[in-house]
Structure formats: structure tokens, C-alpha cells
């Protein structure tokens, strides 16, 4: 009921008898999208320090999206809306940085005023929409449903070039536009440009993230909810999840020395006996919430006894499924590291998105847990073949624990998760191989890797002999002691190193790694990158494995009928 019924409904004129009532709920509102003290002190802190070449840090970045996002409204609008005339139309309030338009459920329309006056002046002027026939409890968000403001011209106006796209292309489109290009290396980045998060696809994770903090912020007035992992450390795909994280430690007063004399804030946290039975006291809190108020959050679930507590639910008008956690800090430097990494050098990131779309293309990694290589996992196989390298690509964790300032110090529950933040103080790496050469030395590299007795370890930059018997082994960066790896079985392993081998044999192949026109028109040949997704790969290693294994099962046939013959 809640996202169908919370959802404001913008009217061309304001509802007299409503504004008294709305202007007390504004006051509730202004407070809790004002400017977060403790993101501020971040962003300057890390503005003095972490640029270098264009590069800024994950802090700077995170703080410059928050501010957009602060000053943004989303808003369900009619598939025929005149663009034109809601652009004229929502400038009434103030200037517009920038708009525009996806669909999810229907068509929206993200928009980034230039101050937060305009958002206050804009949530001025719509109503609440009364049911007569179902009970409402009104919570004003900036989520927003545009009416009866014009239709465009011709049907389906905004669903052409002006809808920012949401998810990736199909496989069958991916591999035809990569057989187009000239060389392996265009290959590569034309790969990563299709897959990678658009300029829009991001200010909407941030804008979702912000709606949310609104609703938390009745709780914890000073808090942020700020996206982690995929959305933000550079090697999200469009149509990932929204992880969350939820964040405390910006309220003002906590952590400073307690006065001899002066004011304290007098609070209590009830049957709480761990920092654990915290985390999930605040989640259920902030879960109930957002499942009976929160516009549009559908199908939550209260996730409190995992490893890591959260809430799951979907976001029905930005498409996004999402998860909101509340300590799990380690996982935020984690994703600032693959951030860092991604900023070092380029080749990172364009190798670690074309592993991944190879690796789903043949069901090495999935969406459904279980035995499979998570993306995770992948990602730091590709950062340890880079350290790898004759002449290193990047450097190893410990280097950049090496480097790091006083202000870079972070232990985190006894973990040492200390690395350098200042971009500057990193120094290139002279490697000069290219996208092609790098993509069939990583085959080459895993293919012939000995997981039956070692493991990875991005720390050290070099293989380690394995601490425990799983197949595969890939020690976490932080916590040292676990196997993010912990999860794949014998059988997924085999089927990683056959592909790495098909995959090494394909790209030495001149018929494979040369490009080969059509017969005309828009036929096109599969060659080079676009080879190795085609999925009939897969089957071809499939089939000589059951070739392998007919002699033995030819073995205990014959044993069968010798016994049968005996008795």
C-alpha cells in the first residue's frame, strides 16, 4: 500500500487547505536532506590530497554525487509527456543542472536543481492525494507523479533516444557489435562502454540512496546512506544491485572526549549486548520503516541473522534490487580499494569487465548463490595476474600500505585495512602491454596456475601455499583469515581452467584474432573477443570431458557383465 498510496502527486496548483499541514512536514524534510558535516569534512580533507592527473578519491567523489542527489527529485511522469513543456514547467522553482529520462515500471524523470531552495519550493507545491476508500499514512518524499501536464507530439516521445538506458545489451547484440571492430584491444573497450554504469545510471543509485536516508534520518537525523561495491568502485555493470551501507559516524558529538562540565546527549540503546544486537536492532527499525512508508519499496525482508545483517527489497521506480547493511566497514574498504585500483591504470578496469562478461557468458559466475566464482572473486584474480606481470601493472596491497599517511590509518575489528588514499604519492608502473596481449597472458596464466597447492593473495602480490583444502583459494584482503573463494567446488574450478585454456588456444589462432568482414550488407564474421562468448565453447569442453570419461565407464560396463556372466 505504501508505494502506491505515499507517492505525492504534483498538481499545477497548490491544495489550499493542505499547505499548513505540508509546510510542518517540510520542516521534518529540510532538516533531514541538509548537508551532511561529516561527508564535508571528508570531501576537504581528501580534495587537498588525492588528485592527480583527474583522479579523485572514492570520499571526493561519493560527496560530490551525495550533493547532487541532495538537490535531485525523481518523478513518475505519462509515457507522453512534452519534454519541452516539463522542463518548462519544473523551472518555475529554480535553475535545472541537469534532467532526464529512463523507464522502470513506466517512464521517470531524474532532476538536479542547482540548490536545495528549489527541491523546498518545488515539495511546496504538491498534495498529498486523498483514497476515500483506504487509510493513508502520509509520508512526503521526492518521489514525485507528474499529471495532466501535455502530451508530446507523437506516441512514445520519450521512449526513443531521450530514455537513458538501464540494464546491458543481449549477448547476441554485444557479440555483433564487437565483431565490427578493427582490433582486439577496440574489442575490449567497446565491451566495457556497453557494460559499464552511464553517467545517469550512477546519479540515480545516489538518488535512490538519498530517498532512503530520508526516511532513516526520523531515527538518526545526522545519518547518510552511501552506495558500496559495484555502483561505485568502477566495475558495476548497468542492471547490478544497490548495496547500502548506512552510516553513523557522521553525528555530530560522537566520539568526542566526554566535559567536565556542559551538555550530553542522554539516549539509550535497549537489549543490546553486542555491537552485533546493535546492527540489528537499527536494520529492523529502519527495515519496518521502509516496508510500511517508504514509496515504492516493495518485497522487503528483514535479513537479520546472516553473517553480515540487511535488508532486501526492490525499488520499483529505479529498477534497482537493494541492499541495506550497517556495519560493514570492511566492505567499504574493499570497495575503495578496487576504486583506487581501477584509478592507477585503465587496463584494470577494461580487463576486469571483459573477464566478467566472458565469465557469465559461459555460467562461470551467476546471479543465483552457489557454487560458482563470485564477481568478487574474478576481480581479484585479475589484480593478482597484473601483479604478476614481469614488469607489474599495479602494485600490491601491502606497497600501498607502505605509502599510506597517518591519515590513511584504519583497523577495523582488529584487521588492518590501511592503504594509501593519496593518488600522488603512487608511482606509475612502466608496463606498456597492450589490452590484447594482457587478455591472453590472463588465460595463459590460469590455465596452467597450480590451485591444487596454492593460493592467491593480493597482499603480497604472490602465490602462497593454501592454508585448507578447497579447490580454490583467494585470501580476503582484510580479513586475512577467510577464503572469498570458500564457496567454489572441484567440478566449477575444472570448468574455469578448460575455458582459460580454450580461451588462450582461440586467441593464438590466426583464423580467430583476425578480422574478418561480411559478404555485404550487415552480415558480419565473429572474430577475436566476440569468439570466445559464443557459448558453443562451452559445449565443446563439455563434450570432450565425456570423452574423457567414456573409457572408465566403458571399464565398469565390461566389469558389470563379467560378473553377470559369472553368477
Given at each position: 500500500?505504501?508505494?502506491?498510496?505515499?507517492?505525492?502527486?504534483?498538481h499545477m496548483r497548490v491544495r489550499g487547505g493542505l499547505v499548513k499541514w505540508l509546510q510542518n512536514a517540510d520542516t521534518f524534510l529540510q532538516r533531514s536532506i541538509g548537508t551532511?558535516?561529516?561527508?564535508?569534512?571528508?570531501?576537504?580533507?581528501?580534495?587537498?590530497?588525492?588528485?592527480?592527473?583527474?583522479?579523485?578519491?572514492?570520499?571526493?567523489?561519493?560527496?560530490?554525487?551525495?550533493?547532487?542527489?541532495?538537490?535531485?527529485?525523481?518523478?513518475?511522469?505519462?509515457?507522453?509527456?512534452?519534454?519541452?513543456?516539463?522542463?518548462?514547467?519544473?523551472?518555475?522553482?529554480?535553475?535545472?543542472?541537469?534532467?532526464?529520462?529512463?523507464?522502470?515500471?513506466?517512464?521517470?524523470?531524474?532532476?538536479?536543481?542547482?540548490?536545495?531552495?528549489?527541491?523546498?519550493?518545488?515539495?511546496?507545491?504538491?498534495?498529498?492525494?486523498?483514497?476515500?476508500?483506504?487509510?493513508?499514512?502520509?509520508?512526503?518524499?521526492?518521489?514525485?507523479?507528474?499529471?495532466?501536464?501535455?502530451?508530446?507530439?507523437?506516441?512514445?516521445?520519450?521512449?526513443?533516444?531521450?530514455?537513458?538506458?538501464?540494464?546491458?545489451?543481449?549477448?547476441?547484440?554485444?557479440?555483433?557489435?564487437?565483431?565490427?571492430?578493427?582490433?582486439?584491444?577496440?574489442?575490449?573497450?567497446?565491451?566495457?562502454?556497453?557494460?559499464?554504469?552511464?553517467?545517469?545510471?550512477?546519479?540515480?543509485?545516489?538518488?535512490?540512496?538519498?530517498?532512503?536516508?530520508?526516511?532513516?534520518?526520523?531515527?538518526?537525523?545526522?545519518?547518510?546512506?552511501?552506495?558500496?561495491?559495484?555502483?561505485?568502485?568502477?566495475?558495476?555493470?548497468?542492471?547490478?544491485?544497490?548495496?547500502?551501507?548506512?552510516?553513523?559516524?557522521?553525528?555530530?558529538?560522537?566520539?568526542?572526549?566526554?566535559?567536565?562540565?556542559?551538555?550530553?546527549?542522554?539516549?539509550?540503546?535497549?537489549?543490546?549486548?553486542?555491537?552485533?544486537?546493535?546492527?540489528?536492532?537499527?536494520?529492523?527499525?529502519?527495515?519496518?520503516?521502509?516496508?510500511?512508508?517508504?514509496?515504492?519499496?516493495?518485497?522487503?525482508?528483514?535479513?537479520?541473522?546472516?553473517?553480515?545483517?540487511?535488508?532486501?527489497?526492490?525499488?520499483?521506480?529505479?529498477?534497482?534490487?537493494?541492499?541495506?547493511?550497517?556495519?560493514?566497514?570492511?566492505?567499504?574498504?574493499?570497495?575503495?580499494?578496487?576504486?583506487?585500483?581501477?584509478?592507477?591504470?585503465?587496463?584494470?578496469?577494461?580487463?576486469?569487465?571483459?573477464?566478467?562478461?566472458?565469465?557469465?557468458?559461459?555460467?562461470?559466475?551467476?546471479?543465483?548463490?552457489?557454487?560458482?566464482?563470485?564477481?568478487?572473486?574474478?576481480?581479484?584474480?585479475?589484480?593478482?595476474?597484473?601483479?604478476?606481470?614481469?614488469?607489474?601493472?599495479?602494485?600490491?596491497?601491502?606497497?600501498?600500505?607502505?605509502?599510506?599517511?597517518?591519515?590513511?590509518?584504519?583497523?577495523?575489528?582488529?584487521?588492518?585495512?590501511?592503504?594509501?588514499?593519496?593518488?600522488?604519492?603512487?608511482?606509475?608502473?612502466?608496463?606498456?602491454?597492450?589490452?590484447?596481449?594482457?587478455?591472453?597472458?590472463?588465460?595463459?596464466?590460469?590455465?596452467?596456475?597450480?590451485?591444487?597447492?596454492?593460493?592467491?593473495?593480493?597482499?603480497?602480490?604472490?602465490?602462497?601455499?593454501?592454508?585448507?583444502?578447497?579447490?580454490?583459494?583467494?585470501?580476503?584482503?582484510?580479513?586475512?583469515?577467510?577464503?572469498?573463494?570458500?564457496?567454489?567446488?572441484?567440478?566449477?574450478?575444472?570448468?574455469?581452467?578448460?575455458?582459460?585454456?580454450?580461451?588462450?588456444?582461440?586467441?593464438?589462432?590466426?583464423?580467430?584474432?583476425?578480422?574478418?568482414?561480411?559478404?555485404?550488407?550487415?552480415?558480419?564474421?565473429?572474430?577475436?573477443?566476440?569468439?570466445?562468448?559464443?557459448?558453443?565453447?562451452?559445449?565443446?569442453?563439455?563434450?570432450?570431458?565425456?570423452?574423457?570419461?567414456?573409457p572408465a565407464s566403458e571399464r565398469i560396463k565390461s566389469l558389470l557383465e563379467s560378473l553377470k556372466n559369472k553368477s
Open positions: 500500500m505504501a508505494s502506491s498510496l505515499a507517492v505525492c502527486m504534483l551532511n558535516v561529516a561527508a564535508q569534512a571528508e570531501a576537504t580533507r581528501t580534495d587537498e590530497t588525492d588528485e592527480k592527473d583527474g583522479c579523485k578519491s572514492l570520499y571526493a567523489v561519493q560527496a560530490e554525487r551525495q550533493e547532487q542527489a541532495e538537490r535531485s527529485v525523481l518523478i513518475s511522469c505519462h509515457s507522453r509527456t512534452n519534454d519541452k513543456k516539463f522542463l518548462k514547467y519544473m523551472s518555475r522553482h529554480g535553475n535545472i543542472n541537469k534532467y532526464f529520462f529512463y523507464e522502470s515500471y513506466g517512464v521517470y524523470a531524474v532532476v538536479e536543481f542547482t540548490n536545495r531552495e528549489s527541491v523546498a519550493s518545488l515539495l511546496e507545491a504538491v498534495a498529498i492525494p486523498s483514497i476515500s476508500h483506504e487509510s493513508v499514512v502520509p509520508f512526503k518524499s521526492r518521489l514525485l507523479s507528474l499529471r495532466n501536464l501535455g502530451s508530446a507530439e507523437t506516441p512514445n516521445q520519450l521512449s526513443g533516444k531521450l530514455c537513458q538506458p538501464q540494464t546491458t545489451i543481449p549477448i547476441s547484440e554485444l557479440i555483433q557489435r564487437l565483431s565490427r571492430e578493427e582490433t582486439i584491444d577496440q574489442q575490449i573497450t567497446s565491451l566495457t562502454e556497453s557494460y559499464q554504469l552511464t553517467e545517469e545510471n550512477s546519479r540515480l543509485r545516489f538518488l535512490v540512496c538519498s530517498l532512503l536516508k530520508d526516511i532513516a534520518a526520523a531515527y538518526f537525523p545526522e545519518c547518510t546512506i552511501k552506495p558500496f561495491g559495484s555502483s561505485v568502485n568502477g566495475f558495476g555493470k548497468l542492471g547490478c544491485d544497490l548495496d547500502m551501507f548506512l552510516d553513523l559516524d557522521g553525528i555530530r558529538g560522537w566520539n568526542v572526549k566526554m566535559p567536565k562540565s556542559g551538555l550530553s546527549l542522554e539516549y539509550q540503546m535497549k537489549r543490546a549486548n553486542s555491537e552485533r544486537a546493535v546492527t540489528q536492532s537499527i536494520l529492523s527499525v529502519v527495515g519496518e520503516c521502509v516496508d510500511q512508508f517508504g514509496p515504492g519499496c516493495v518485497g522487503v525482508q528483514k535479513i537479520l541473522n546472516a553473517r553480515c545483517p540487511l535488508v532486501r527489497f526492490a525499488h520499483q521506480p529505479s529498477g534497482f534490487q537493494c541492499d541495506l547493511t550497517a556495519n560493514n566497514r570492511v566492505a567499504m574498504k574493499s570497495t575503495e580499494l578496487l576504486y583506487l585500483y581501477g584509478e592507477l591504470d585503465p587496463r584494470v578496469r577494461y580487463l576486469v569487465f571483459t573477464v566478467r562478461c566472458w565469465a557469465r557468458a559461459h555460467g562461470i559466475t551467476s546471479s543465483i548463490p552457489g557454487a560458482w566464482i563470485t564477481n568478487f572473486s574474478l576481480t581479484v584474480m585479475v589484480l593478482f595476474f597484473l601483479q604478476r606481470r614481469s614488469s607489474p601493472v599495479i602494485p600490491t596491497l601491502d606497497h600501498l600500505r607502505d605509502l599510506a599517511g597517518p591519515t590513511d590509518k584504519s583497523v577495523i575489528e582488529g584487521n588492518d585495512c590501511t592503504f594509501v588514499s593519496d593518488f600522488s604519492k603512487i608511482q606509475v608502473q612502466s608496463n606498456k602491454e597492450t589490452l590484447e596481449q594482457l587478455l591472453c597472458e590472463f588465460f595463459e596464466f590460469y590455465a596452467t596456475f597450480p590451485f591444487s597447492r596454492m593460493s592467491i593473495n593480493i597482499r603480497k602480490g604472490k602465490e602462497q601455499n593454501k592454508p585448507e583444502m578447497a579447490p580454490l583459494h583467494i585470501q580476503n584482503p582484510f580479513e586475512t583469515s577467510l577464503n572469498v573463494s570458500k564457496n567454489v567446488n572441484v567440478t566449477q574450478l575444472e570448468r574455469f581452467v578448460a575455458l582459460c585454456q580454450e580461451s588462450s588456444w582461440l586467441l593464438q589462432q590466426s583464423d580467430t584474432n583476425t578480422p574478418r568482414g561480411g559478404s555485404g550488407g550487415d552480415t558480419v564474421t565473429t572474430w577475436g573477443l566476440a569468439t570466445l562468448l559464443l557459448p558453443s565453447q562451452v559445449a565443446g569442453i563439455k563434450g570432450r570431458k565425456r570423452k574423457r570419461r567414456e
